[in-house]
């Protein structure tokens, strides 16, 4: 039997800021709830090779499993939990951007 | 110090101008970014998880108030107003954007600094004792050599691509600051029959596969340092390995192909090139010594500091664990701790920066050193200037007294900025500093090394620290590994592994645990968390971390 594909979004980061983006249907976005998530392992490769292509734009891209059972992605692991949000040491990255809001 | 030669400024700046160049034909896609990255790196660039990190190289950890006022700058017109020092006397900046890189660099340039070979597989930053041209048990001041290593090493174009980075780094003391015997190359200086030389140390590193260095020549003339140096790096160019990462540091091809053959090696190898070195590098290390004159230091009877210490039991505390042996007896060497409880090892903002600048010039004769422990020293104070200099330290927040206590803790960025971390540091070190502030234990403690390091490339030491930390995923979860009885000094071992990791919320209590079985375990308060670890080994230390697992066996 096949391998259970788990959902996945496409994140890389800036090439000019070099912060953490997550691809959506239409661009790319620094927030992940906004990404766009990918259920189909074969779309899923295929919106990789396309975000790898957008050199000008993205360095790293990768595919990161997320948790797609709420309304919005969320990270599976602590990793993508921090790329998401930030440093523990400072409210610097993403979530310093957050409570400018 | 070193002042750069016209030879010196045009190079850096014509690095510069390349790099200015590199970066624009990135940006309009004239270069991919397979293209780009050896460059980049090539420059101190790095691309982490939340940013660009640009680490800078504070040569031999010497810089003047100038160059430190000039990193705090970089660190408000670029950064987010702070520097993080790190463990091999750089400063990195976590947050620059790809654009403003150049004119960083350009900044740098102005007052002789740069980031050439911090990273990349070459010769990095050559590291030297922090207590360097000021401790009192010195032989020789480490650094003019280092200076030569720097400027023999800096686009040497033999040693480019060598098959892993390669670090060396020296020390001019007997009591070993500089952690020799964990770098590719350590460098002692000593004499022998009143002739001065080196005890080369090769193989040593820490990093997976952890090895204590071992001695290649016991006794190196000083004048055969370079060609000897050359010879040891073009040996291990060939005959590293480059067919797997893990196994092309020098440790591994020393250890493959046995200290004995990889000696004779060098040997011929040397006895080839010697002939080529003319004498002209020690033409250039006279040069340099002069640079490198002591200051003249200014005689006048202690009085203030007595007085200070009678009257004033923080002073005192802060005199008792951050003051080292001066040369002068007059004077005493300030470590100022980067280490306040609960803050972030090795970060200093751009205010604390320019405090501890302006303290270098107006009562340390304009010089400062960041240590591999992360702390920044004033080396030439007067004892009679040190109740002013507490003082304004203490305003700043730096005046913490807890130089050598288990709150000073080497911690690597760990997860919270590193792209190749496995777990975070930063927190476990706050958490584990804050903790023992609670207690006021630390000072009963007594000395007592923790290191900590957010993945196996072990940045943050934890093999060499008494109490080593190392964090690790563990099926999606952070897991962190205690190793005991580590050291880094000229004694240096490597920590033995205490049993199964912790959890980020076990390893606080934990360690708090081994701290208190020592205290009962010590045969009185002068003997030291490792001298007791030496005398009783790791049994006890690993009933108290693992009590379940004694209760079950019992």
Known sequence: MAREFKPKVVTANALLEGDVIYQTASGWTRDLSQAEVLTDEADADLRLIDASQQTDLVVGAYLADVDASGATPKPTHFREDFRARGPSNYAHGKQEALSNV | MYNYTDFDSAFIKERNAQFRAQVERRI???????????????????????AYMLRVAIPYGTLNSRQMHVLADIADNWDKGYGHFTTRQNIQYNWPELRDVPDMLDALAEVQMHAIQTSGNTIRNVTADHFAGAAADEIADPRPVAELIRQWSTDHPEFQFLPRKFKVAVTGSPNDRAVTRAHDIGLRMIERDGLAGFEVIVGGGLGRTPMIGKVLKDFLPREDLLPYLEAIVSVYNLLGRRDNKYKARIKITVHENGLDDFKARVEER??????????????????????????????????????????????????????????????????????????????????????????????????????????????????????????????????????????DIIACPGMDYCALATARSIPIAQEIATRFDELKLEHDVGPLKIKISGCINACGHHHVGHIGILGLDRAGVENYQITLGGDGTQDASIGERAGPGFSAEEIIPAVERLVMAYLDLRSEPAETFLQTYRRLGLAPFKAALYPEAQANAA
């Open chain 2, 270 to 407: 040397y006895a080839l090139i010697r002939p080529q070195f003319s004498g002209v590098d020690q033409q250039m290390l006279a040069a340099i010594e002069a640079d490198f004159a002591l200051p003249t230091f200014r005689k006048e009877a202690v009085r203030d500091y007595h007085d200070a210490r009678q009257h004033y039991p923080a002073f005192r505390s802060w005199a008792d664990t951050n003051l080292a042996e001066h040369r002068e007896p007059d004077y005493a060497i300030v470590t100022i701790s980067l280490k306040a409880h609960g803050a972030t090892p090795g970060d200093a903002t751009s205010g604390q920066m320019r405090l501890m600048a302006d303290l270098a010039k107006r009562y340390g004769h304009d010089e400062l050193r960041i240590s591999h422990e992360q702390n920044v020293i004033l080396p030439h104070v007067h004892k009679n200037d040190l109740p002013s200099v507490y003082s304004a330290l203490r305003a700043a927040g730096l005046g913490t007294a807890n130089v050598g206590l288990i709150s």
């Open chain 2, 28 to 50: 309009d896609g004239a270069l991919t970014e397979d293209e780009f990255k050896p460059l980049r790196l090539m420059n101190g660039l790095y691309l982490q998880l939340h």
